[in-house]
């Protein structure tokens, strides 16, 4: 069951109510004033608009459910909360609805805003970083993708999955190819040697990038990551902490990250420890 579920189901049996066919909704207004002034069980204060809002979303999935189940015919409608919080990082279902939101047939540059999240998220790279891709910095036959401009200067070599090497072939055989054949100039230029292509061809630029992201979020149909303000180094800060969620060592993320000291990556291990209860 989902905890949020959990957490709502204690606090109807709390307030006297076993069953759901007694369930009242104004029960509702009441779990909504609770959560408002329940403190965090991790921090200081009380819970962010954001983590609240996924309560808010799993009541509405809720009241579906028991209509389409004939189960109570009570509906629950209450609006999500505004914040302006800015994300830290996103969770694993987060990245994939954006995933899905980038290869949506209906986008017409799929492959290409695949590619972004890949570089970013699947590779882990700064923006600057994977502003500045050539294509002789994928090693397919590697599985690697140099990274010729890191921060300070420092080079280095980070694994593709199979999954984000297909991704970028697929990409650079079609869309890429399209794109560059709509330079308006067809003499050789730095643009023509760019991974990631923008609109008309050239390098894609970082702010065009972030743009592009903001639309893939818009495009989605998660209400509560609608909500979050995050840019191109949230998929960086994301992959970072599903890593160490899933049991990496903290050495090894740092290397993938080209972190120089392990106290930059530090950081991640109260990331990965920071889901409110």
Known sequence: MNWNAQEFFAFLESQGTHSLRDFKNKQVNQYLEYLQHRPNCNKTG???PGYINKHITMLRLLSKYLQLTEKASILIKPQLLKTTETATYLSKTEIQTLYQAAKDASNLYNQRDTAMLDIFYGCGLRASEGAALNLSDLLFEKNLLYVRKGKGYR??????SKQVKADLQEYIINQRTHLLNAKQSKAPDESSQALLL???GIRWSIQGMY????LLKSKTNNEVLKQK???LHILRHSIATHLLQDGMRLENI???LGHKSIETTQ???HLAKEEEC
């Open 46 to 48: 009380g819970l962010s």
């Open 155 to 160: 080079e280095r070599y980070v694994p593709m």
């Open 198 to 200: 923008g609109r008309g």
């Open 211 to 214: 743009h592009r992201l903001q």
């Open 229 to 231: 303000s995050f840019g």
């Open 254 to 256: 740092a290397l993938f």
């Open 267 to 269: 950081k991640y291990t």
